[in-house]
DNA sequence: CGGTAATCGAGACGGTACGTCTAGTCTTAAA
DNA sequence: TTTAAGACTAGACGTACCGTCTCGATTACCG
């Protein structure tokens, strides 16, 4: 029933776009009444959202023995992650769904990128203990860095996520790691 | 009238959100009927975006002298961009209906994203020009870093846009730039 | 729900006029969605035709003993129908709705004409048999001089429709049923 | 100007009914404004009654010497009347406009019932003065007998004019003329 | 194992926004 | 001035979808 549910949304996302998924066609895609759907989600970002997380667990990152090779691991299962159809499809309307949601916004904050951050940190740990970076670092904009422009060159700039950008994104969050203040007064060299 | 329309728009996407902002609504606050908006707006979609863009000339970049510099700059004014309420509120939306109507997001692509790409193209030059580049760099990934990081903040992970983060990007995206192969560990100035 | 949606339309045509009658201030008077109206009704026409007719079975027309009573009778009918404020009020705007639609003409037709024609078939027949016609006659004409003038006073001549005028009326039918060749004078009990 | 409205009217009444008789579609075929139409008639009821009535005089009933001779000549020229097509297309709609308009009511009762109404008044006078009616009747009847009996047979009963039906209103209408007060009590003989 | 309670598919419900259409008014530029 | 052309406000149209609710039929659990 759940599966079915979730299997319905999937299926009807990718063929229709988010904003033109209707409860009542995934109940009739799922031959399952709306109340059903109702009884186990919310409202239709809260279905969308929890179809696209459902057994979608964050495998740990491995650790590779630098900070450049963890971070082009990371960039590769974000690349990953947008790659997915059902999720290329869902993912403008759900993050606009989520602007008018404030509970379900916590939920994908607490399930999907508290988690992701989580990865972030302890990969910048080790990178200290390592010795490749001088001081503990603040993870947010590594994150942001690169989960942003992996989202950007998809959602935003409409090109297809080339894996082998995976590295460059690595390289690039890796600067921002490294350098704590800004080098200088950029204004006049 | 086309005005009218416009500041109705503008006065309503940060009082409700994009979700809940009704054609009826629209034509109520301009005091002005529904037929002549959908004179002049194909769609929710396209008339939101006409009224962020009005009056929105990409002013140039002017050159700081340095790549650093002219990064911080474009940092700035993207950071400026999403910190307006009226877009931001209507960004998330915005992209999402973006995805339905393939006009529309062409002309965004055209308007909007073309625009900025110029502006990264031509900055890269100057840096080449400089010497501070040592050949021609692929743009995009510099424009997704830039563009993508500050989105990825405050759409994805919640954060309030810090201006003060603008030459910690700019010092990333400079490493996109310089960095063909993804070295070790490396700073460039 | 059937109920309340003919209640509120019978309730609305007398204060606001058939013309003025909206589908949408019949839904809020009878505080149901109009996918409940149009569920039921395919439009203005047959709905308030159905709200008209709801209930009115034709009560058979008793047997007085003559031609001109029974005629008398039929007149009184008439006249009571058209009294009713509601049909009053609807019947002009009905009837040029009914030229727009031949389905809910037709029903029309089959609902209301066709019982009274029937009803002034049995009077004519009643009358043969008493002897007090020769032979069969055209009900046709009958039917619509009664109907004819009671409409016309009504709705034309914008009279009231007074009582009193019922046996003239009969009278008057009875000539057309009797008299094949038009006689200079004429008077037949 | 003023013609070339009222034959875009008289062409589109019998083509598209009375009901989708649109004013920008009078405009369009009269290839004049619609500001020129409103500025002639007052509403579309008003309008189409202008197109109707325009350049039809009442042409003075002939005197045949009976009662009966006469009511034939009025019956047939109601029957003509009612058999042009844009009479026939627009007499319903027409009525019904009247019910919602006072003042285009007033002016049709006046422009049209009430001369019909001296035409039928002179019609008895003159039977009077030959003797044929004891003295003087009320004309409203009579005339509710001759209108109504056709309008009900074309209009309600939905069967056309035939013009022998002519002789037996006479007939029919004569009878009224003739029986003041009904002649006893109808209910037992 | 038989009775009770929960859940099911189906779909009608009130409500609301949609995008279209028409009425009647108003503006404009040409004649 | 009056014209044709046509944009304007206002508001009803009939459709679609939301999220709730009611209906029997079926299932599953418990006494």
Do not use: C, W
Not at 56 to 77: C, I, K, M
Not at 89 to 111: M, N, V, Y
Not at 114 to 124: C, D, P, S, Y
Request: proline share 8%; charged share 20%; no cysteine.
């Amino acid at each position: 029933m759940d599966d079915a549910i979730r299997d319905a949304v999937r299926a009807l996302v990718p063929e229709v776009g988010y904003a033109a998924l209707t409860m009542d066609a995934v109940a009739a895609k799922a031959r399952v009444g709306k109340a059903a759907i109702y009884r186990r989600h919310a409202s239709r970002g809260e279905l969308v959202f929890s179809a696209l997380v459902h057994g979608r667990e964050p495998q740990p990152l491995p650790d590779t023995g630098t900070l450049s090779g963890d971070l082009t691991e990371l960039a590769n299962v974000v690349l990953a992650v947008f790659s997915d159809p059902v999720v290329a499809a869902a993912t403008p309307g759900l993050l606009a769904d989520l602007k008018q949601q404030p509970d379900i916004a916590a939920r994908f904050q607490e399930t999907f990128i508290a988690q992701e951050r989580k990865q972030v940190t302890e990969l910048l740990d080790r990178a200290v203990a390592r010795g490749e970076l001088a001081g503990p670092t603040d993870p947010a904009l590594v994150h942001a860095a690169v989960l942003g422009t992996v989202f950007a060159r998809v959602f935003l700039l409409a090109e297809h996520p080339d894996p082998a950008i995976a590295p460059r994104i690595a390289a690039m969050a890796a600067t921002v790691a490294t350098a704590q203040p800004p080098p200088g007064n950029h204004r006049n060299t």
